[in-house]
């Protein structure tokens, strides 16, 4: 499956972005998916996933309650939507995809691009 980033930029602390993964291939629906980000000089790290129905999530500490993980496999597409978002959260966000839910980055098979989002005043 190849997937493809989107919805990065610039916003000031406190506000909002929804980021996009679409995904390409007829097997998305059996997929389960993640979103990681990596802060430069940092090493990547796991943001949120979902199972492959969508009745299932899991975040990470750091954002839970503010982040949100949705998907939509009439549209091959998965989102995480971001609020309260804090200068701390300025990374390249990455979608993944694999069979397996996991929060481990090496235990998926395909990569997004990547989307920078940036959180500044």
């Known amino acids: 499956v190849q997937l493809v980033d989107s919805g990065g930029g610039l916003v000031q602390p406190g506000g909002s972005l929804r980021l996009s993964c679409a995904a390409s291939?007829?097997?998305?629906?059996?997929?389960?998916m993640g979103w990681f980000r990596q802060a430069p000089g940092k090493e990547r790290e796991f943001v949120a996933n979902?199972?492959?129905?969508?009745?299932?999530?899991y975040y990470a500490d750091s954002v839970k309650g503010r982040f949100t993980i949705s998907r939509d496999n009439a549209k091959n597409t998965v989102y995480l939507q971001m609020n309260s978002l804090k200068p701390e959260d300025t990374a390249v966000y990455y979608c993944?995809?694999?069979?397996?839910?996991?929060?481990?980055?090496?235990?998926?098979?395909?990569w997004g691009q990547g989307t920078q989002v940036t959180v500044s005043s």
């Open positions: 291939g007829r097997t998305f629906s059996s997929l389960a």
């Open positions: 993944a995809a694999d069979p397996r839910r996991s929060v481990v980055a090496d235990e998926y098979g395909s």
């Open positions: 979902i199972s492959w129905r969508g009745s299932n999530t």
